[in-house]
DNA sequence: GTGGTCTAGACCACC
DNA sequence: GTGGTCTAGACCACG
């Protein structure tokens, strides 16, 4: 069964990070072209969230045409969504990595120092894996 | 002559990148404690934004304790404020990039291919220095 | 009903008294951990007050940890709020005291004297309780 | 000699302060009338506050009729000063421990509290006096 | 509906 | 001159 749920500290906004989720799920083959994807109200509930928030996630990713509307049944995976997710996937960590070494730039910190952020955060993250 | 100005692309709010820009003058020892910091008038002339905007990355300053009043004066770097404001940098820094690569992580993003970008925009950032 | 409101004369600014008035309720248990307090603009209608004026009371509760905000939702007491306020309180009540009774120390009026004044305005505000 | 200085954390005025100095001063029978104050240059030298400041506060004591100017020569303390001050001393720290009596009242502290609060700290403040 | 940000401009106390 | 407070009103993101 599928498990959504909101990580804990993140300022971004709610509806981005449960679409962000459903892109992850899509992209690592969780979810496949086909599939529905819950409904608004069991994954409100599900995730104890304003059905609204769900709506808005949900608007975002039919724009996106990562889901399509399927008449008086529900949303599915569109056809090219997997292909697209893994890409964005990938550009979107690429963007977020790039971002930070970018502003560790500006902050006048020692590029050494910043390779040795770098080295020992990855390093970090492999001894304890999420 | 100091020089502060808002950098491009960046959501989040004014007078938390004055606030920032501060921090990181005192962190690089451009602004040395005891120093004097730049009027409300002055930088919010200089930044081309309204006075309170400044006002309150000030404000914020104080409640840090990054910067003392002098009545009548002005505001002051504080005694303690260089070393604070290096960790501080140096934790802001960390912190970002630890989050990237956790995030990366949780996109179910093979290691290897993580690594890669790590490597990738690192390199790439010192071909482009800032 | 909650009825907030400001006392008569007082020097200090408005959204002090209003942030400790909060304060205070909850110290006393009228606000409890989980309740939302008002509206920033509710009770600015209520105080005659402009709502950014409240918006700068509840901006300090926050970062003292009094309040949370709930996205959307309103701000609620923080979980830790009761025990904090009433510490706070019994603090504020302890500093002003203390602070008047060493000013009449420093003023070389004779300690018999003081305490005729403490004994004498304490009755006082006993006969005519607020 | 005649020794004035800024005491620790006090948010008032420093014009005020240096004001209720020369008072209390006179009130304990240090400066006398006829004897003339220190000039302001001198003052703010030893107190290393800026001239206009102790200008200011010498103003309002002439206003207040506590010290007389005299021409070519400074200011001396006035005629009727001595028992001015020693009512206006009186009358100074009683205000004070009415007022935090009273802020002490509104917090809905239990009397019994407060006046535990008055006890210790008054006793507190004869085992360690200033 | 909620709070958050920003602008504009007035007034004040202090030095 | 300095910062601090307050008002008025606009706009935005979020639920």
Redesign the pocket.
């Known amino acids: 069964m599928l498990l959504f749920q909101l990580q804990g500290s993140d300022d971004?906004?709610?509806?981005?990070r449960i679409a962000e989720q459903i892109k992850f799920a899509v992209a690592s083959g969780v979810l496949r072209p086909g599939d529905l994807i819950p409904s608004v109200r069991d994954l409100s509930r599900q995730m104890v969230?304003?059905p609204?928030?769900v709506a808005?996630a949900y608007r975002d990713l039919q724009q996106e045409k990562i889901v399509d509307p399927v008449r008086g049944t529900g949303l599915q995976v569109a056809q090219g969504a997997a292909e697209v997710c893994r890409d964005l996937r990938k550009a979107i960590v690429r963007d977020r990595i790039r971002a930070a070494i970018q502003e560790a730039r500006q902050t006048a910190l020692e590029p050494t120092e910043i390779e040795a952020i770098l080295r020992d955060e990855w390093t970090r993250s492999n001894g304890a894996p999420h």
Do not use: C, F, G, L
Not at 12 to 16: K, T, V
């Open positions: 971004r906004p709610i509806y981005a969230v304003n609204n928030t808005r």
